[in-house]
Protein backbone atom coordinates (compact mmCIF):
# COMPACT_ATOMS: atom_id res chain seq x y z
CA UNK A 1 0.00 0.00 0.00
CA UNK A 2 1.72 3.24 -1.10
CA UNK A 3 2.30 5.70 2.15
CA UNK A 4 0.49 9.18 2.16
CA UNK A 5 2.64 11.92 2.52
CA UNK A 6 1.18 14.70 4.57
CA UNK A 7 1.71 18.28 3.97
CA UNK A 8 3.60 20.16 6.00
CA UNK A 9 1.72 22.99 8.44
CA UNK A 10 2.26 26.76 7.99
CA UNK A 11 4.67 26.04 11.59
CA UNK A 12 6.78 23.71 10.01
CA UNK A 13 7.36 25.51 6.42
CA UNK A 14 8.24 28.67 8.43
CA UNK A 15 10.38 26.93 10.87
CA UNK A 16 12.15 25.38 7.27
CA UNK A 17 12.82 28.95 6.30
CA UNK A 18 14.10 29.74 8.80
CA UNK A 19 16.59 27.08 8.86
CA UNK A 20 17.41 27.56 5.14
CA UNK A 21 18.10 30.97 5.63
CA UNK A 22 20.50 30.49 8.53
CA UNK A 23 23.73 30.17 6.27
CA UNK A 24 22.62 33.15 4.13
CA UNK A 25 22.57 35.41 7.60
CA UNK A 26 25.80 34.14 8.24
CA UNK A 27 27.42 36.57 5.15
CA UNK A 28 24.58 38.65 5.24
CA UNK A 29 25.43 39.94 8.79
CA UNK A 30 29.13 41.05 8.29
CA UNK A 31 27.86 41.97 5.14
CA UNK A 32 25.47 44.24 6.54
CA UNK A 33 28.13 45.23 9.34
CA UNK A 34 30.38 46.64 6.54
CA UNK A 35 27.74 48.70 5.39
CA UNK A 36 26.61 50.21 8.60
CA UNK A 37 30.07 51.21 9.08
CA UNK A 38 30.37 52.62 5.66
CA UNK A 39 27.56 54.69 6.38
CA UNK A 40 28.90 55.77 9.62
CA UNK A 41 31.71 57.34 7.65
CA UNK A 42 29.80 59.23 4.94
CA UNK A 43 27.94 60.79 8.12
CA UNK A 44 24.53 59.17 8.64
CA UNK A 45 23.18 58.15 11.99
CA UNK A 46 22.02 54.63 13.31
CA UNK A 47 17.97 56.10 12.64
CA UNK A 48 19.36 57.08 9.33
CA UNK A 49 20.55 53.45 8.58
CA UNK A 50 17.86 51.48 10.38
CA UNK A 51 15.05 53.75 8.16
CA UNK A 52 17.31 52.65 4.89
CA UNK A 53 17.54 48.98 5.71
CA UNK A 54 13.95 49.21 6.57
CA UNK A 55 11.95 50.72 3.96
CA UNK A 56 14.93 49.79 1.17
CA UNK A 57 16.27 46.46 2.17
CA UNK A 58 18.69 46.15 -0.96
CA UNK A 59 22.11 45.46 -0.27
CA UNK A 60 23.46 46.06 -3.02
CA UNK A 61 21.78 49.64 -4.16
CA UNK A 62 22.21 51.03 -0.49
CA UNK A 63 26.05 50.32 -0.37
CA UNK A 64 25.39 52.82 -4.28
CA UNK A 65 23.45 54.96 -2.01
CA UNK A 66 25.79 55.22 0.81
CA UNK A 67 28.94 55.98 -1.78
CA UNK A 68 26.97 58.95 -3.54
CA UNK A 69 25.95 60.27 -0.17
CA UNK A 70 30.09 59.95 0.92
CA UNK A 71 30.81 61.67 -2.50
CA UNK A 72 28.08 64.08 -2.64
CA UNK A 73 27.06 64.80 0.45
CA UNK A 74 23.27 64.97 1.55
CA UNK A 75 21.56 67.98 -0.48
CA UNK A 76 18.85 67.88 -2.78
CA UNK A 77 20.66 67.02 -6.03
CA UNK A 78 22.58 63.97 -4.36
CA UNK A 79 19.21 62.45 -3.32
CA UNK A 80 17.49 62.72 -6.63
CA UNK A 81 20.90 60.90 -7.52
CA UNK A 82 20.51 58.16 -4.60
CA UNK A 83 17.10 57.75 -5.69
CA UNK A 84 17.77 56.88 -9.26
CA UNK A 85 20.77 54.86 -8.02
CA UNK A 86 18.51 52.33 -6.25
CA UNK A 87 15.68 52.74 -8.84
CA UNK A 88 18.10 51.56 -11.45
CA UNK A 89 20.08 48.68 -9.32
CA UNK A 90 16.65 47.01 -8.09
CA UNK A 91 15.40 46.97 -11.86
CA UNK A 92 16.15 43.73 -12.25
CA UNK A 93 13.56 42.86 -9.77
CA UNK A 94 11.05 42.74 -12.17
CA UNK A 95 13.26 40.23 -13.79
CA UNK A 96 13.64 38.14 -10.74
CA UNK A 97 9.67 38.66 -10.27
CA UNK A 98 8.73 37.29 -13.38
CA UNK A 99 10.56 34.16 -12.80
CA UNK A 100 7.92 33.43 -9.56
CA UNK A 101 4.92 34.05 -11.26
CA UNK A 102 3.79 30.18 -11.31
CA UNK A 103 4.74 30.33 -7.48
CA UNK A 104 2.45 33.10 -6.51
CA UNK A 105 -0.41 32.46 -9.15
CA UNK A 106 -3.14 32.52 -7.09
CA UNK A 107 -2.24 34.81 -4.39
CA UNK A 108 -4.23 37.96 -4.42
CA UNK A 109 -2.58 40.67 -5.28
CA UNK A 110 -2.54 42.65 -1.70
CA UNK A 111 -0.30 39.63 -0.44
CA UNK A 112 1.56 38.91 -3.28
CA UNK A 113 2.78 42.51 -2.96
CA UNK A 114 3.37 42.56 0.38
CA UNK A 115 5.39 39.43 0.29
CA UNK A 116 7.31 40.89 -3.38
CA UNK A 117 8.50 43.58 -0.84
CA UNK A 118 11.41 41.19 1.29
CA UNK A 119 12.38 40.06 -2.42
CA UNK A 120 16.22 39.84 -2.30
CA UNK A 121 18.88 38.16 -4.17
CA UNK A 122 19.17 35.23 -1.55
CA UNK A 123 15.55 35.33 -0.74
CA UNK A 124 14.75 34.83 -4.42
CA UNK A 125 17.30 32.26 -5.06
CA UNK A 126 15.48 29.99 -2.16
CA UNK A 127 12.37 30.93 -3.11
CA UNK A 128 12.81 29.37 -7.11
CA UNK A 129 14.72 26.25 -5.59
CA UNK A 130 11.62 25.95 -4.03
CA UNK A 131 10.14 25.61 -7.15
CA UNK A 132 6.00 24.48 -6.81
CA UNK A 133 6.20 23.52 -3.33
CA UNK A 134 6.91 27.51 -2.63
CA UNK A 135 4.13 28.46 -0.03
CA UNK A 136 4.00 31.89 1.91
CA UNK A 137 4.54 30.52 4.99
CA UNK A 138 7.94 29.20 3.78
CA UNK A 139 8.62 32.71 2.12
CA UNK A 140 8.04 34.60 5.38
CA UNK A 141 10.21 32.51 7.15
CA UNK A 142 13.24 33.35 4.90
CA UNK A 143 12.03 36.91 4.77
CA UNK A 144 11.50 37.92 8.49
CA UNK A 145 14.96 35.81 9.57
CA UNK A 146 16.98 37.92 6.38
CA UNK A 147 14.87 41.28 7.49
CA UNK A 148 15.61 40.91 11.04
CA UNK A 149 19.43 40.17 10.64
CA UNK A 150 20.05 42.56 7.70
CA UNK A 151 18.34 45.31 9.89
CA UNK A 152 20.08 44.90 13.06
CA UNK A 153 23.55 44.12 11.68
CA UNK A 154 24.01 47.59 9.35
CA UNK A 155 22.14 49.34 12.67
CA UNK A 156 25.27 47.76 14.92
CA UNK A 157 27.33 48.72 11.69
CA UNK A 158 26.65 52.27 11.84
CA UNK A 159 27.30 52.32 15.84
CA UNK A 160 30.35 50.68 15.76
CA UNK A 161 31.35 52.55 12.64
CA UNK A 162 33.83 54.68 14.75
CA UNK A 163 35.64 51.89 15.90
CA UNK A 164 36.37 50.19 12.25
CA UNK A 165 39.13 52.59 10.63
CA UNK A 166 39.48 49.93 7.67
CA UNK A 167 36.66 47.55 7.25
CA UNK A 168 38.20 45.50 4.37
CA UNK A 169 41.24 45.00 5.92
CA UNK A 170 39.20 42.33 8.11
CA UNK A 171 37.79 41.01 4.49
CA UNK A 172 34.12 42.02 5.72
CA UNK A 173 34.05 43.28 2.01
CA UNK A 174 34.39 39.79 0.24
CA UNK A 175 31.22 38.42 2.38
CA UNK A 176 28.73 39.97 0.09
CA UNK A 177 30.91 38.05 -3.18
CA UNK A 178 31.57 34.96 -0.75
CA UNK A 179 27.34 34.72 -0.60
CA UNK A 180 26.76 35.24 -4.10
CA UNK A 181 29.12 32.45 -5.36
CA UNK A 182 27.36 30.10 -2.73
CA UNK A 183 24.10 30.93 -4.59
CA UNK A 184 25.36 30.68 -7.85
CA UNK A 185 26.59 27.00 -7.07
CA UNK A 186 23.42 26.09 -6.21
CA UNK A 187 22.13 26.39 -9.35
CA UNK A 188 24.56 25.15 -11.33
CA UNK A 189 23.02 22.19 -13.56
CA UNK A 190 25.72 21.36 -16.03
CA UNK A 191 26.97 22.76 -18.91
CA UNK A 192 23.87 24.03 -19.81
CA UNK A 193 23.65 26.60 -17.30
CA UNK A 194 26.75 28.24 -18.52
CA UNK A 195 25.21 30.25 -21.59
CA UNK A 196 23.02 32.78 -19.22
CA UNK A 197 26.24 33.19 -16.93
CA UNK A 198 28.69 33.85 -19.32
CA UNK A 199 26.08 36.54 -21.24
CA UNK A 200 25.71 38.08 -17.93
CA UNK A 201 29.12 38.39 -17.08
CA UNK A 202 30.38 39.45 -20.61
CA UNK A 203 27.51 42.38 -20.80
CA UNK A 204 28.30 43.69 -17.36
CA UNK A 205 32.07 43.84 -17.52
CA UNK A 206 31.75 45.42 -20.95
CA UNK A 207 29.19 47.95 -20.21
CA UNK A 208 31.37 48.80 -16.95
CA UNK A 209 34.37 49.29 -18.78
CA UNK A 210 32.61 51.49 -21.43
CA UNK A 211 30.56 53.91 -18.80
CA UNK A 212 32.26 56.37 -16.78
CA UNK A 213 30.56 55.10 -13.11
CA UNK A 214 26.91 53.97 -12.30
CA UNK A 215 24.96 51.12 -11.63
CA UNK A 216 24.29 50.21 -15.54
CA UNK A 217 26.23 47.34 -15.68
CA UNK A 218 23.56 45.60 -13.41
CA UNK A 219 21.31 46.35 -15.43
CA UNK A 220 23.10 45.20 -18.39
CA UNK A 221 24.03 41.70 -17.04
CA UNK A 222 20.80 41.08 -15.71
CA UNK A 223 18.88 41.56 -18.85
CA UNK A 224 21.36 39.88 -20.86
CA UNK A 225 21.63 36.53 -19.02
CA UNK A 226 17.73 36.83 -18.78
CA UNK A 227 17.67 36.96 -22.52
CA UNK A 228 20.10 33.66 -23.37
CA UNK A 229 17.53 32.09 -20.25
CA UNK A 230 14.80 32.92 -22.67
CA UNK A 231 15.71 31.62 -25.85
CA UNK A 232 17.14 27.97 -24.04
CA UNK A 233 13.57 28.36 -22.68
CA UNK A 234 12.24 28.15 -26.06
CA UNK A 235 14.45 26.11 -27.82
CA UNK A 236 13.50 22.94 -25.28
CA UNK A 237 9.73 23.68 -25.64
CA UNK A 238 10.60 23.46 -29.36
CA UNK A 239 12.60 20.22 -29.01
CA UNK A 240 10.40 18.70 -26.86
Not at 78 to 92: H, K, S, T
Not at 155 to 165: E, K, N, S, W, Y
Not at 187 to 214: K, T
Not at 220 to 237: E, N, S, T, Y
Request: glycine letters at 12%; one cysteine or more.
Amino acid sequence: MDSITIPASPRQEFASGVVHCLPIVAGAVPFGFLLGSLAAKAGLSALDMGLMSALVFAGSSQFVAVELLDKNGSGGSAGLAVVGAILLVNLRHLLMGATLEQQFRGVPRARAGLALFFMTDEQWALALRRGPELTLAYWYGVAATLYLAWLTSTVAGTLAGALIADPTAWGLDFTFIAVFLCLLAGFWRGAGSLPPWLASAAAALAVHALSSGGTWHILAGALAGGAVAAVQGKRRMRDA
